[in-house]
């Protein structure tokens, strides 16, 4: 079992930086790929960044390419998404999940959710 605990967010005016962090119980943690998906009012949850258990393969959405980079410290049990140059389009709830096997980007396909930080970007 693993339990995921995000924070990090808040509002920042475009162009400035966030660092979400998501935090897991369960001395397995180290083993589960992690993702950042984060959904807008009115909009399905969409995949924004994954890392693999070992932080060695990452992907991101290509809205996000160049601007954020996800990270992990498998010591502190903690994944992190750094967001550069924000815009007002990247306002949303963020989530983490965490996931055995295979990566992907498809949320269903993800076993663990946190319960999301709200991150505003204000232009």
């Known amino acids: 079992q693993v339990q995921l605990v995000e924070s990090g967010g808040g509002l920042v005016q475009a162009g400035g930086s966030l660092r979400l962090s998501c935090a897991a119980s369960?001395?397995?943690?180290?083993?589960?790929?992690t993702g950042w998906f984060r959904q807008a009012p009115g909009k399905e949850r969409e995949f924004v960044a994954l890392?693999?258990?070992?932080?060695?393969?990452?992907d991101y959405a290509d809205s996000v390419k160049g601007r954020f980079t996800i990270s992990r410290d498998n010591a502190k049990n903690t994944v992190y998404l750094q967001m550069n140059s924000l815009k007002p389009e990247d306002t949303a709830v963020y989530y983490c999940?965490?996931?055995?096997?295979?990566?992907?980007?498809?949320?269903?396909?993800?076993?663990?959710w946190g319960q999301g930080t709200q991150v505003t970007v204000s232009s």
């Open positions: 890392i693999s258990w070992s932080g060695g393969i990452t």
């Open positions: 999940a965490a996931k055995t096997g295979t990566l992907t980007v498809v949320p269903g396909a993800y076993f663990y």
């Open positions: 369960g001395r397995t943690f180290s083993s589960y790929a």
